[in-house]
């Protein structure tokens, strides 16, 4: 499990591993998008890519993710809500 190397601290508050991964990976990836990219959109991205990714450096999964969608990222300021689409499942895997 990725660990951050010093305690990540907001608010007077230690961050877990977890809530760490999650801060690190959306500073990086809302980074990559210039700042233009639904918060929305974006919290399901990581809650669907972090149980995938809980070893790898949270920048790092950012920047995969990033290139692997390329254009097809939701604007921030779009007017219809994006959501995710619900991961398929591949044959034999329960």
Not at 16 to 25: I, K, L, T
Not at 72 to 92: C, H, I, K, N, V
Request: net charge negative; glycine share 8%; with cysteine.
């Amino acid at each position: 499990m990725w660990k951050p190397e010093n305690p990540i601290v907001i608010a007077g508050s230690a961050l877990s591993d977890q809530e760490a991964w999650w801060h690190e990976f959306t500073d990086e990836f809302h980074e990559l998008c210039g700042g233009k990219v639904d918060g929305e959109w974006l919290t399901g991205l990581v809650a669907m890519l972090y149980p995938l990714n809980i070893d790898r450096e949270p920048r790092e999964a950012a920047e995969v993710a990033f290139m692997t969608l390329g254009y097809e990222l939701p604007d921030y300021e779009s007017e219809e809500p994006f959501t995710p689409p619900a991961p398929r499942r591949r044959p034999g895997l329960h």
